[in-house]
């Protein structure tokens, strides 16, 4: 196996949900709902891969889809190279003992009435066998002290209701780790939690990464905390991929004028004189994301784009390739005579700087 093989990848990745209920014979058929429409990610052991975008975008759909929670539409997602769409129970439990997921409200995602020892227990013989005495005991600890909830002994009988939120979540990775996954994938897993915790669990799972070299997918909407994270970010806005790059060039250099409007937007502790509201107004780049029941024809961000020209509004552009590692699905980096003019760094001065989003993590 090459080592550049990524653990988890999709091509094409779509999920259209049906607007409007069954449909009934006799009648046109209900419209669809263009929730993800032709995603391309890969995941590489060892890496975190953010996926960022506003609400409403299709990240948490993406990470269901790889997840396998929610079948395809279309496309394609391989594991370790080989297509990985599950037929049956049995195939299922295969694919999440390596692919495990990360909801992203520990207050639903863990069963109230039962305790941590249960939940983790449950984990434990569903992916490792049937764990009895000293073996489930010491499986236990593990787990425990690897998400840094030590000594065990203090956690491992707690119910639900007497952790705190940054506990809760703990439990849940720990959880996602009974099955020695070789990915995680994150649904906003700080979103939930007080901002005074969100760091330590980015920091968990970067430990994670690091130590045990976890592929992970971190779904978030806020840009700034993607820059501490994440080793390269795609930006997603109304189900299709705006920008990829390495974290700090996305984050330093936006090239989509939809990337430059997320950092401009994001909360800068130094940014006193509301540079970057002001950034955003001078971008005109207000409104509501189009319709994804009739999405327009195009560009998804034209209706919004200061930048847009007939061709954005004509035709749908593939990802670009602008330098190495860099792509963005923007007209105004081809090569056609007809494309609009994307000024280089453009109204970026606001969140441009996000030094101070560390803290916001």
Request: net charge neutral; with cysteine.
């Amino acid at each position: 196996m090459s080592h550049s093989t990524p653990v988890l990848a999709a091509h094409g990745l779509t999920k259209h949900f049906r607007a409007g209920g069954r449909r009934i014979a006799g009648r046109p058929p209900a419209r669809a709902i263009h929730a993800v429409d032709g995603v391309d990610l890969e995941l590489h052991r060892g890496q975190v891969l953010a996926v960022v975008g506003e609400s409403g975008s299709g990240k948490s759909t993406v990470a269901r889809l790889l997840a396998q929670l929610i079948p395809l539409t279309d496309g394609q997602v391989l594991l370790d190279g080989a297509d990985a769409r599950v037929r049956g129970r049995r195939a299922f439990r295969a694919y999440v003992r390596r692919v495990q997921m990360i909801f992203q409200d520990p207050f639903a995602s863990i069963n109230p009435v039962h305790p941590v020892r249960y939940t983790l227990t449950r984990a434990l013989r569903l992916h490792r066998g049937r764990l009895q005495g000293a073996q489930l005991e010491a499986a236990l600890t593990e787990l425990l002290e690897r998400v840094h909830l030590t000594p065990a002994a203090r956690y491992v009988d707690k119910y639900p209701h007497e952790l705190s939120g940054g506990q809760r979540q703990r439990i849940a990775i720990a959880r996602a780790l009974a099955a020695e996954p070789e990915v995680l994938l994150a649904d906003e897993p700080v979103s939930m939690l007080d901002v005074s915790i969100r760091l330590g669990i980015l920091n968990l799972l970067a430990d994670l990464r690091d130590r045990l070299g976890i592929a992970v997918l971190y779904i978030t909407h806020d840009i700034a905390s993607a820059r501490y994270f994440a080793d390269r970010t795609t930006v997603l806005y109304a189900g299709q991929v705006m920008e990829t790059g390495d974290s700090e060039s996305v984050t330093q250099e936006p090239l989509h004028p939809y990337t430059r409007l997320l950092v401009a937007s994001a909360p800068d502790p130094d940014d006193l004189a509301g540079a970057g509201a002001a950034a955003v107004r001078d971008q005109g780049t207000g409104g509501e994301p189009p319709s994804l029941v009739d999405p327009p024809p195009g560009c998804r961000f034209a209706p919004r784009c200061p930048y847009a020209a007939d061709l954005c509004r004509r035709e749908t552009p593939a990802l670009i390739e602008v330098s190495a590692g860099r792509s963005a699905a923007c007209w105004g980096y081809s090569e056609r005579e007809d494309r609009p003019s994307v000024p280089a760094g453009a109204a970026t001065s606001g969140g441009g700087s996000t030094s101070g989003g560390e803290g916001n993590a």
